[in-house]
């Protein structure tokens, strides 16, 4: 999953260095290419083998231990 954020980080910033340094052919190529990226990175999210074992009403984030506040 990590590969497939950091390609879909890399696709945008080359379509943004495209795009600033006036390359039309390059830009247009990746903006019609993007659906693509798009769908691959949707489906290795999607796919990732690793299953998640707290709740949202726990643990607000899955990256930080950080405790969620009740509110009574």
Known sequence: MKTALNLSFLFLFLFGLSVFLNW???????????PIMVIYTIYKVLRHPEEVTQTFEDHFYQDHPYQRNKID
């Open 24 to 34: 039309p052919f390059i830009a247009l190529a990746l903006f019609y290419a993007s």
